[in-house]
């Protein structure tokens, strides 16, 4: 079934309105037309099922025949915190964190991430991110909007993790690492027996981290995790421990 994020202000009473780019991408290139059915997700974890009664030149109208609710992403929620790589690996990741279900990303500037500062972070690239989180939203049928926040240092990675004595990181190393995902996940679940409200996952880009930053790392508590002998690439390093934390912590239904 087709599915289409709008704005909550967009439903009136028993009926939705379709205006602006919302209106172009639904009537103009997905060709939805008068008697048209389809699921419209809001920002409130509603979904709303719909058929098109009236399609005028820059405007559309549907009457709401079903509504239902979209479970909330269940905790501890995962958040990924990744050092900025390549556009095009930046826009993968973007889409298959959303399906996955990823809470959120905050993307960092480190050693040797593809941007040093965030001069360079054009206006343009956010609002990129911005569409490909609501086109994965649609597809996937999720009930919120991933949340790609706005660039920070490296040195403000700190304030992410010790934001609570229930939230919990780590991050993925390429280098020497006694420590693997299994076992890391062992440790969290004894440690924190009455479970964890947030996991961070901490991805470098394609350059990796300095050993200045492992260090850095290490000083806050968190240990380089391994993800086996193979050396990943960030998209893939980033799926996969979301895999296997979503997996372990019960996260898949």
Known sequence: ????????????????????????????????????????????????????????????????LEERIIPPLKEPHIHLALSISRFPVMDAIMEKAVEMGVKSIQPFFSEFSFLRTGEKLSDNKVERWDKIVRSATQQSGRGDLLKVQPAISFEKISDLINQDANHVGLFAYEGPSTLSIKDYVQQVKSQHPQGVKAIWIIVGSEGGFSHNEVEKFQQLGLRPVTLGPQVLRVETACMALVSVLKYDFDLMC
């Open 1 to 64: 079934m087709r599915r289409y994020w709008i704005e909550k202000k967009d439903l009136f009473q028993d009926q939705v309105n379709f205006t602006g780019d919302v209106f172009h991408h639904i009537f103009d290139v997905c060709r939805q037309e008068v008697g048209s059915k389809f699921e419209v997700l809001t920002e409130d974890s509603k979904a709303y099922f719909v058929e098109v009664t009236v399609v005028a030149k820059k405007n559309a109208t549907a009457r709401i």
